[in-house]
């Protein structure tokens, strides 16, 4: 599946799976939130091409497609606002979740 005609929504779903993979587990929980963030139809997409591809893969198009989508540093904070989101929408930020967080943010 071809991530060049993704919406900014369909990113940040990504993303998100991403972070919660890094994490070592998506939950309920998680994806309840992801769909309440972007909606169904970004979140399905945003699945199937999370499942298909490998960890370098995915950490190439974080890094290739930020700029496009979340520029400068208001997008940094946007990203970072969301995944802040997630991590809290089980009620804890983990010590896990804060080095997932640094680590994705380094990709920018």
Known sequence: ????????NEFMAFIMFYACEANG????T???W????VGDASFQKAEAVFKSRVDIEMIEIIADMRKRFFP???GKSKIHQDLVGLFKSDGKFT???HHVL???ERLF
């Open 102 to 104: 640094h680590e994705i």
């Open 30 to 32: 998680d994806c309840d």
């Open 72 to 74: 400068g540093e208001e």
């Open 34 to 37: 992801i769909k309440g963030r």
């Open 95 to 97: 010590s896990m979740e």
């Open 25 to 28: 587990r998506l939950t309920q």
């Open 1 to 8: 599946m071809d991530t060049q005609d993704w919406t900014a």
